[in-house]
């Protein structure tokens, strides 16, 4: 069993690679958030393989870019033959803050078992005007008011982590220098 957490705000370029080999039994967690600004370009590129039967395994990917930065996320879930019961999942999403902010994302399956359950999503979007106005109409600052739901949206990469509380205090340490 291996759990990994990641923050990638690197000052001009970050770029995170890993790859994971799981055996049967096995199981394997990602959570990582990509925080970027200016013109910063940051990366994740993972690739798990499910070699053995009965493995799990949890990708989250949470992206918050402004300015002119670039996250991408590719990531690759390859199914070995006789790996069935393989239990796999990617949830991939990024949030821009501005028109000229970039994010690229392919999540990958590839799969040569049967009798698995394997599932990849993703969505790129922008913070939800609706919901900005109901914070606002209730007395929340505008700023507080995107901080607040931006800190949602990233706590999901570190839900459930051994040091959830200081990863995501320090996601918030940067995302107030985004917003």
Known sequence: SFDLRILNCGPAFGRIAVAARLGEGASFTLGAAQLGGESQT???VTEVAHLGPDAVSRQTVRSVLAG?????YLGKVAVARGANGTD???SVRAMLLSRTATANAKPEL????????CAHGCA???LDAQGLFYMASRGLPPEEAKKLMLQAFVAEAFSGAADEERLLGQALDRLGALV
Not at 68 to 72: E, L, N, R, V
Not at 110 to 117: G, L, M, P, R, S
Request: avoid cysteine; charged fraction near 30%; aromatic fraction near 4%.
């Open 42 to 44: 940051l990366e994740i």
């Open 88 to 90: 796999a999942e990617q």
């Open 68 to 72: 002119s930065a670039t996250g991408t």
């Open 124 to 126: 790129v979007g922008e």
């Open 110 to 117: 590839e799969i040569y078992a049967d009798d698995v359950k």
